[in-house]
Nanobody, 125 residues
Framework: QVQLVESGGGLVQTGGSLRLSCTAS?????????MGWFRQAPGKEREFVGA????????VYADSVKGRFTISRDNAKNTVYLQMNSLKPEDTAVYYC?????????????????WGQGTQVTVSS
């Protein structure tokens, strides 16, 4: 069983930056794992933000965040990060991290096996 805990959310002004962290416990990340970031705004569906492959160090991003957000990971800390720059009010949402034990870097929520509880990000205009 994997437990995921996100942190780093908060209130920031338009154009600002935040870095979210997602730390796993219960078992170390496997070379076959992929980690995804999703977000959910009030009244909207949870949407894919991006993902990182634990073994290949490759990443994929949604078009809405490409060039502004960066996903990275620290193997030693069992932690994945989401660096968010040039934030916009439309980035306001609860951000979730999730693990795909099959290593799938995809937007489909059902392909992820474990989820964190989420952290709130609010971008003021």
């Amino acid at each position: 069983q994997v437990q995921l805990v996100e942190s780093g959310g908060g209130l920031v002004q338009t154009g600002g930056s935040l870095r979210l962290s997602c730390t796993a416990s219960g078992r170390p990340f496997s070379l076959f794992d992929a980690m995804g970031w999703f977000r959910q705004a009030p009244g909207k569906e949870r949407e894919f933000v991006g993902a990182i492959n634990w073994s290949a160090y490759s990443t994929v991003y949604a078009d809405s965040v490409k060039g502004r957000f960066t996903i990275s990971r620290d193997n030693a800390k069992n932690t994945v990060y989401l660096q968010m720059n040039s934030l916009k009010p439309e980035d306001t949402a609860v951000y979730y991290c999730a693990v795909s034990a099959q290593g799938l870097m995809v937007a489909m929520k059902t392909m992820y096996d474990y989820w964190g509880q989420g952290t709130q990000v609010t971008v003021s205009s």
